[in-house]
T-cell receptor, first 116, second 110 residues
Framework: GAVVSQHPSWVICKSGTSVKIECRSLDFQATTMFWYRQFPKQSLMLMATSNEGSKATYEQGVEKDKFLINHASLTLSTLTVTSAHPEDSSFYIC????????????FGQGTRLTVV | AQSVTQPDIHITVSEGASLELRCNYSYGATPYLFWYVQSPGQGLQLLLKYFSGDTLVQGIKGFEAEFKRSQSSFNLRKPSVHWSDAAEYFCAGGTDKLIFGTGTRLQVFP
């Protein structure tokens, strides 16, 4: 099956710094990538949808200036958590799709962000 | 509003016992439906999916799920659970976006 890789798998950063998470589709071209956030022992919540070459579409309540998403190529999308604070600590998961539908997407292994 | 509900937060079964994890959905039309499994600290692995056609869907690792329109359900089943099946299971539904249920944590006792 298709492989989606996230990097890093985990990261610890100081409060106030920015952190970049990468999501790569290794063996297919991803027209659309989806970013999810998962709080401990909770479900996944869609944060935003990104399409290659255009601005991301953010879900209601997600601060686009806080969570910068770039989808510069068909194999790479990045999520940058800017001026991170402890409440941003979470598990972030991306998925990538050749088409526009989340139903066709494959998930990455996730990134554990801890802000201290 | 569209929603996916997993009524059971935590289920414990003995190894070798049968398993059924419940999932109910609420959509205007029949959505695409999925079951994913997540091991601690890991991403999601797709177990199976239903788009249309045969309402009994076979997946990986011996899992199956049955779509029942009359009950708005898509329950996941396995006839004999292995200790390695212990994980978090998520039901999801949608079309252009996926809505996830809150998950069911499966614990397996030897």
């Amino acid at each position: 099956g298709a492989v989606v890789s996230q990097h890093p798998s985990w990261v610890i950063c100081k409060s106030g710094t920015s952190v970049k998470i990468e999501c790569r589709s290794l063996d297919f071209q991803a027209t659309t990538m989806f970013w999810y956030r998962q709080f401990p022992k909770q479900s996944l919540m869609l944060m935003a949808t990104s399409n290659e070459g255009s601005k991301a579409t953010y879900e209601q309540g997600v601060e686009k200036d806080k969570f910068l998403i770039n989808h510069a190529s068909l194999t790479l999308s990045t999520l940058t958590v800017t001026s991170a604070h402890p409440e941003d600590s979470s598990f972030y998961i991306c998925s990538a799709s050749q088409g526009a539908q989340a139903t066709e997407a494959f998930f990455g292994q996730g990134t554990r962000l801890t802000v201290v | 509003a569209q929603s996916v509900t997993q009524p059971d937060i935590h289920i414990t079964v003995s190894e070798g016992a049968s398993l059924e994890l419940r999932c109910n959905y609420s959509y205007g039309a029949t959505p695409y439906l999925f079951w994913y499994v997540q091991s601690p600290g890991q991403g999601l692995q797709l177990l199976l999916k239903y788009f249309s056609g045969d309402t009994l869907v076979q997946g990986i690792k011996g899992f199956e799920a049955e779509f029942k329109r009359s009950q708005s359900s898509f329950n996941l089943r396995k006839p004999s659970v292995h200790w390695s099946d212990a994980a978090e299971y998520f039901c999801a539904g949608g079309t252009d976006k996926l809505i996830f249920g809150t998950g069911t944590r499966l614990q397996v006792f030897p």
